[in-house]
């Protein structure tokens, strides 16, 4: 890079949960800076979580951050030319780029499904995710087979 890296700007917690990481995911939800209705479908999500849940004695709110945390990836495949010919690397994922894939992961599979509503999307893709089910950790074993598959080529990595 030819300027110095921008540095992080502080996330403000959200007015519900004081989270920031709940924050973080609803930045990722909004659409066109519609960040109260981004809010709204969120907290509708987790109402719904919460009215269709099966274990008594976790929140809604920790049953998203055990369905985030079962979507995260821990190693991913990046291409590296060597002599001509392209190899698919596995690479470890950083915390923050972990998370954030997670959360891309769980929203963009969530607008993919057939519910009527967004919030009940997001909330069939949370619950789905907690159980270790559904198109998003499908997608997290689908990423660590690949890096699997490519373990040969890890002596390529820098």
């Given amino acids: 890079m030819r300027k110095r890296q921008a540095k ?14 709940v924050t973080r995911f609803v930045n990722m939800l909004m659409w066109s800076g519609k960040k109260s209705i ?9 109402d719904i979580v919460e009215e269709k849940k099966t274990d008594d004695e976790k929140t ?11 979507v995260m990836p821990h190693v991913e495949v990046r291409s590296r030319r060597v002599g ?14 972990k998370i954030s894939m997670a959360m891309k992961w769980l929203i963009s599979y969530s607008r993919k499904r057939n519910e009527k509503t967004m919030a009940a999307k997001l909330a069939a893709e949370i619950l789905a995710a907690s159980k270790e089910e559904g198109a998003a950790v499908k997608k997290r074993t689908d990423t660590h087979k690949m ?12």
């Fill in 38 to 46: 981004a809010f709204k479908i969120f907290y509708d999500a987790l």
């Fill in 147 to 158: 890096a699997e598959a490519n373990k040969a080529f890890s002596h390529f990595r820098f």
């Fill in 84 to 97: 001509g010919a392209t190899f698919q690397i596995p690479m470890p994922i950083r915390a923050d780029r």
């Fill in 60 to 70: 809604a709110l920790e049953l998203w951050k055990d369905g985030l945390s079962n």
């Fill in 8 to 21: 992080k700007r502080p996330l403000l917690p959200d007015p519900k949960f004081n989270d920031q990481l």
